[in-house]
């Protein structure tokens, strides 16, 4: 069969199985090359297509470069909403803003990032050879048919702070869907300077249509959903309390000496310009500047944002040392989440491991890491963040002070998705 030919029946099939859920669920769910191939050719049969099965492994041959046919980037479409994708990507375009979606299935997002889900996801036969692009306008309308699934709570950090460890204790629970730093919720928060300026409430809709379409209910267990966001997301914090109004938040935080030690072994994204520019921080480019002093005013930022939106209400300040036990302790009765035994030697379990490679055990750092601090840390931390640090430690002693209460959102119940 030619490559036209094969195309062409591959088409006929792609569209018969974008409009039938259980095909989706059968050769989604199929991870080894060969066994996708048979069961792709036998569906194939069925619908009166023909698929040469070694075209097929051709095509499903790793192909880092992209240079296969199964890799090639996909053509904006817009079928109607489909259960079990989720977006793995936006992209900017001469058309406008699109969105990459990828198959998950009933696939839980357990890793600690969800950039890590995505790579596997985007490694299964199906995803690789059923690639999907959609407008970003189609959006609020997949969303719509996912349900107004408005998380539970939102986690917001300055990083290095032990919000990975918070996530990943919370996703411990199969109950609990936790969407941790997802790179189309930041091109959401980012998209005015993307894409350019769009009225305030298209903004807001756009981001709630986004995390709304990551909690949908995709194995049935799922009761809660809670969304961990970037470190620079404090700064986009009044976006994320307008789009989602009286949902609770809490901001990790640590003592800046040890967030900038660790900062300077491994930088994070956020603090390397060439990913982050300096102006999203509203700082200006500075080339010259020494990491230590960069990274300071970048965290310092981070950190400046918090206390006006605590103000606004909402927000339950946790400062690193408060882990593990504030997680059962004040950050699930902040999210209105039940604890219960089972919960709780699940949170204990996932508390021993790092939570940034849960194959080795946590091990303490504090005094490792004050001991590793250079002059220049903490010279730059005492000029740019030591006065935040103090701000937050004093709100976070008033919480304390009120019964470990952050501003009022008023009591609520449990809630649940399926609720």
Known sequence: MSDTGAADAIAKL?????????????????????????????????????????????RLQPDPLGLSPGAAAPDLEDPAPMKGWLPVEVHQGAGGPSIEWAYFGQRPLTEPFYQDAVRSALGTPFNRLFRLRTPLDVLPRWAAAV?????????FHLSRCGSTLAAQMLAASPATIVLSEAAPIDALVQLDRSAGPMPPDQRRALLRAMVCVFGQV????ERRYIVKLDSWHALALPLFQAAFPGTPWVFLYRDPVEVMVSQMR???????????????????????????????????????????????????LINYAELPEAVWRRILPHFHIPGSDEGGRRWA?????????????????????????TGAIRAACSAYMADIHADLERLRRGQERASDRAPPLGDAPARSLLS
Do not use: W
């Open 14 to 58: 792609r569209s018969a199985i974008f409009a039938d859920a259980s095909l989706q669920a059968d050769l989604g769910g199929v991870a080894q090359v060969a066994a996708f191939v048979a069961r792709l050719v036998a569906v194939a049969k069925v619908h009166n297509l023909h698929l040469d099965p070694e075209d097929l492994g051709r």
């Open 147 to 155: 349900g107004d699934v408005t998380p539970n709570g939102f986690i």
């Open 218 to 221: 995709r194995r049935g267990e």
């Open 266 to 316: 491994q930088r994070g994204m956020q603090t390397v310009p060439a990913f982050v520019p300096p102006s999203v921080y509203g700082l200006a480019a500075d080339s010259g500047a020494p990491a230590e002093k960069y990274c300071a005013q970048v965290l310092g930022a981070i950190g400046k944002a918090v206390p006006a939106a605590y103000a606004r209400g909402g927000g339950l």
């Open 349 to 373: 379990a996932a508390a021993r491991r790092d939570a940034k490679a849960p194959g080795l055990d946590f091990a303490p750092d504090v005094a490792d890491k004050q001991a590793a601090a």
